[in-house]
Nanobody, 118 residues
Framework: QELLVESGGGLVQAGESLRLSCAAP????????VGWYRQAPGKQRELVAN???????QYADSVKGRFTLYRDTVKNTVNLQMNSLRSEDTAVYYC????????????WGQGTQVTVSS
């Protein structure tokens, strides 16, 4: 099973920061990581931030101004810097990518838990 590798989740207090990282294993060919999603208990998975055409960042309204999506070209990771965390940010966060080998398909990570206590 193809899985992206996520790290950086944890338990923090409201107002604190976390940074999530996502890397693509070399075993997955032609993969590009494009963004982060999250799923809170009892809710559907939703977009947090992703790269759109021209590698421009796009953010959910609820995280604009607090979260930053960026590529670390040295470590070859896609990171989500999360500042001023709120209790409503509590969720399992998933990174998403896609590969065109052998045909176009989406690839997800296993998920990393982010818990923000108020």
């Amino acid at each position: 099973q193809e899985l992206l590798v996520e790290s950086g989740g944890g338990l923090v207090q409201a107002g604190e920061s976390l940074r999530l990282s996502c890397a693509a294993p070399r075993s997955i060919w032609n993969v590009k990581v494009v963004g982060w999603y999250r799923q809170a208990p009892g809710k559907q998975r939703e977009l947090v931030a992703n790269f759109v055409s021209g590698d421009r960042e796009q953010y959910a309204d609820s995280v604009k101004g607090r979260f930053t999506l960026y590529r670390d070209t040295v470590k070859n990771t896609v990171n989500l810097q999360m500042n001023s965390l709120r209790s409503e940010d509590t969720a399992v966060y998933y990174c998403k990518g896609y590969s065109d080998y052998p045909k176009n398909h989406d690839i997800w990570g296993q998920g990393t838990q982010v818990t923000v206590s108020s």
